[in-house]
């Protein structure tokens, strides 16, 4: 699949042979700052990303080290950055030379592309236009519209990218207000985790930390894309196969970010461009694969363990003895799997596997990282705890340079859990919330997003209030999402651009425009800063660096408050404006309903490098029913057994993201690091699986739902792109193959959407004449 190759008038593809990082991200950093018109002051705030006293990167959660590098940001980081602070804005007069209806022919590019949003705004009926609303009034009406409906028709969502003071008040306010429908992004993304986890080891989120990759001798990586998705990590993966450690790796497609890196901030390496392997195997593991591919690994250590003497064993039985649970039933699971039925499910050989068992049995201390690979699959949970299981094996929780590190997307998601945002009420203390706060957490459980999006189709959800995000777009369904949405009573966008969630919208709708976290934030007390949670359990400060978009925007604490005193009145005992005025005695709330976490948190908060959360099973304390860490059989080899199918026309979609996008923000249409360039309306696909379907690259096709639940699920206009992908394996972009993802193609316990493993049919699309 070599050499350039024009497929249509926008589409170009042509393998990208280079390392990531290198020359090519310092061009693309260079592009996206001369795009948003920030050249001088954009690469001033860049020096203050991810520092103590700086503002927390927007783009993903990975870690953010004590001793930060002189630029402590990455290509994608620097995008989003200079995205938010973009000189462009959208105005009143922008909306009012527009209708909705206009605007809903833009596609996710222009729409956001357009700029910062300036005014709070409130849809006319009577133009299909967006108009200009002063905050009281619209405070005032959406304070009425909720409080006419039943508490449980309403769901507030909230996209991972709010700070934990922000979460905190919303988190109370919705039940405030009489609900627990508190969805969020993490419902789509890492719920998998947050269920899988604590059954097995008694935490919620992963136990390493950065110092474990000075310490691990070897680095398991299953279903996540560091190159584009967290391109931080390849710092610590760079200093670790330095060292010689083995990294290996199970991604169906090969990654770049895998393969090589050269660091854009080491003129040396910049200069020779020698580029640092990242993976030592490379494991083409067919999607839904990896349980098996998993229980292969550890059948193969288990015929280690029989062949070595006792004095040397495979499994570290000290721990297994004294740690564990389950390990008979672990051990008999995997006696009864064929090595047959295992090659068959992955798709890679028994000996690829017996390669990793072996690297994995010489190291002593192992780091387990995922993305979302695993999470996103109707067995995603199994899948996360048989790799658990195999951690277990060797003894590889609770000790220094090991771990299990599910890589989370948002930066603030993990940190939104760890304050109350969850559907849960289990999870939030309610006996604390009552007392100081004089709330009472609803005892139902609330809805998740599936769940949210079920009711939206079925007419019992009336109101939804998006905190970020862009929900239309990020969920399943679409077809059967978008109608249900535009019948809904009330639409509420807390936004920082424009995108499709509020242009398909309720009968009554408001665009609230906020300030984006690099934005100075004046309060009564002066300027504010907010805190953030990475993806090791490390919360930080973030300081804004640059004035406001406009002078219309408003915080989202401020934005909350507004709406909490309007929908929920004399229904909680908190000072709404006085939290407001300083974010300090927000913080200070959030340490006495979470002491364990964050006492002391305004003092802590501006450490160098942060605070980490307490982690019992780090201390390997495990806080689960057995009091153990618990080995749990999988109930299948298939992390999608509802949807598997012996058709052999049925091929597995996986959904991806491209270099140039965070989630449905669209900055370009190329993805450098697969080489396509022009046109995100692509497939890729092995050759064999060209031929067979009697295509050629370049075609023009539709792909279609395999499901007989009398939905039609379609998408046409995709070019086929040859590509190296397991055969029976496609795969295409996040959201413009939302449409073909059923809402019932989900994560059994997590609910998670089953983004990575979607049956579908390719069919050729007529040629146009
Ligand atoms: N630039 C950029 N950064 C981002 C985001 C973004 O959109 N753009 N999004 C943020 C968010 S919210 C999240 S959650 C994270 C997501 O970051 P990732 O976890 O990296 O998510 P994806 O890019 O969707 O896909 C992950 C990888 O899984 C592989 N894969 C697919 N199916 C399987 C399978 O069955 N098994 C295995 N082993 N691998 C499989 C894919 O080939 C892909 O390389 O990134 C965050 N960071
Ligand atoms: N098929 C498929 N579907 C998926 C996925 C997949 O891999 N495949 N991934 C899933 C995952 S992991 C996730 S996390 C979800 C993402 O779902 P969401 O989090 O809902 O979506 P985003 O695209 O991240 O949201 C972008 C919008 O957030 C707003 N925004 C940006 N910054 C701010 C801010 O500071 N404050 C506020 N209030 N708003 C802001 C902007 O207006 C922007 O348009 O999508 C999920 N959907
Ligand atoms: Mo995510």
């Known amino acids: 699949m070599a050499n350039k190759r024009r497929l249509s ?34 690469s001033r705030v860049l020096l203050n990303q991810n520092k103590t006293g700086g503002f927390m990167c927007v783009s993903c959660a990975w870690a953010k080290p004590a001793d930060p590098r002189v630029f402590e940001f990455c290509e994608n980081g620097a995008k989003a950055t200079t995205w938010e602070i973009t000189h462009k804005r959208v105005t009143p007069e ?92 993490s419902n789509m993304c890492h719920e998998t985790s947050s269920v899988a986890l604590p059954e097995s080891i008694g935490v919620p989120v992963g136990t390493c930390t950065l ?29 670790a196969a330095r060292r010689g450690v083995p990294i290996i790796t199970f991604n169906p497609l090969r990654e770049r970010g895998l393969e090589e890196f050269v660091n854009p901030q080491a003129p040396g390496e910049m200069l020779t461009d020698k580029p640092t392997r990242i993976s030592s195997q490379y494991h083409q593991v067919r999607s839904g694969g990896d349980t098996a591919a998993i229980m292969g690994i550890a059948k193969a250590l288990l015929a280690r363990e029989d062949r070595t003497d006792a004095t040397n064993p495979v499994i570290d039985w000290a721990f297994v003895n004294e740690h564990t649970h389950g390990w008979d039933e672990f051990a008999e699971a995997i006696n009864l799997c064929e090595w047959s039925e295992i090659e068959k499910r992955c798709g890679l050989q028994r000996d690829a596997l017996e390669a990793a068992a072996g690297a994995y049995a010489q190291a002593n201390a192992v780091m387990f990282i995922y993305g979302m690979g695993l999470t996103q699959h109707e067995q995603g949970v199994e899948t996360v705890q048989t790799l658990i299981n195999l951690a277990l094996m060797r003894g590889n929780i609770g000790k220094p340079g090991a771990g299990i590190c599910p890589v989370r997307g948002h930066s603030n998601v993990q940190g939104q859990r760890t304050v109350g945002i969850t559907e849960k009420p289990w999870m939030v203390p309610a006996d604390k919330i009552k007392q ?19 009711k939206v ?51 009554v709708s408001f665009i609230l425009p906020c300030l984006g ?14 805190a953030m949670e990475d993806s090791t359990g490390c919360m930080h400060g973030s300081r804004g660096q640059v004035a406001p978009a406009s002078p219309h925007l408003l915080s989202e604490p401020r934005i909350i408050a507004g709406l909490a005193k309007a929908a929920a009145p004399g229904r909680s005992i908190i000072p709404w404006d006085h939290w407001v005025a300083d974010y300090g005695r927000i913080r200070d709330a959030i340490a006495a309903t979470y002491p364990d976490i964050f006492h002391d948190f305004n003092a802590r908060l501006w450490q160098p490098g942060g605070f980490h959360r307490p982690l019992p099973a780090r201390e390997r304390q495990w806080k689960t029913k057995t009091g153990k860490a618990n080995f749990i059989v999988p109930a299948s080899l298939a992390s999608d057994p509802k949807t598997e199918t012996r058709d052999p026309d049925v091929v597995q ?5 491209s270099n140039g996008q965070f989630n449905t923000t669209i900055y370009s249409y190329d993805d450098r690091f697969r080489g ?64 073909l993802l059923p809402l019932w193609h989900h994560e059994k316990k997590a609910k998670t959407p089953a983004a990575k493993s979607i049956p579908v049919r390719v069919k050729a699309d007529a040629p146009t004449a």
């Open 9 to 42: 008038g926008d589409l170009e593809v042509e393998p990208y042979e280079g390392p990531s990082g290198g020359w090519g991200s310092v061009r693309s950093l260079a592009r996206s700052l001369t795009r948003e018109h920030v050249p001088i002051k954009g």
């Open 436 to 454: 100081q706060f004089g709330i009472e957490v609803p005892a139902n459980k609330g809805l998740t997003t599936v769940e949210a999006c079920a």
């Open 517 to 530: 976290r690099i934005e100075f934030d004046e309060q009564a007390s002066g300027r504010q800063a907010t």
């Open 211 to 239: 110092d474990d990759f000075y310490k691990t001798d070897c680095i398991f990586f299953f279903g996540q894309n560091v190159g584009t998705s967290s391109p931080r990590m390849l710092h610590q993966l760079q200093d």
């Open 457 to 507: 189709i079925d007419g019992s959800v009336r109101a939804m209030v998006l905190l970020g995000g862009n929900l239309v777009r990020a969920v399943p369904e679409h077809r059967l999402v978008e109608p249900a949405w535009r019948k809904l009573r009330l639409t509420v966008n807390i936004l920082t651009k424009l995108n499709r969630s509020a242009l398909v919208h309720g009968e």
């Open 653 to 657: 979609l996986i959904t991806l993201r």
């Open 94 to 185: 922008f909306f009012a030379a527009r209708t909705v209806t206009e605007l809903e022919s833009w596609d996710d590019h222009h729409l956001e592309a357009a700029g910062r949003l300036t005014h709070p705004m409130r849809w006319d009926a009577r133009t299909d236009k967006y108009l200009p609303v002063s905050w009281e009034e619209a405070f005032a009406e959406i304070g009425r519209e909720l409080q006419a409906l039943h508490p449980d028709s309403a769901v507030f969502y909230t996209s991972g990218r709010a700070s934990l003071e922000a979460s905190f008040m919303y988190g109370l306010f919705a039940r405030a207000y009489g609900t627990n429908n508190l969805p969020d992004s």
């Open 676 to 739: 396509i360039y022009g046109s995100r309306y692509v497939v890729l696909m092995h050759p064999r699986d060209i031929d067979r379907f009697g295509l050629k690259e370049g075609a023009m096709v539709t792909l279609a739902t395999a499901a007989s639940d009398g939905v039609t699920r379609e998408v046409g206009g995709f070019r086929v792109v040859a590509y190296d992908i397991p055969p029976g394996c496609i795969a295409g972009y996040y959201p413009e193959c939302n449409p």
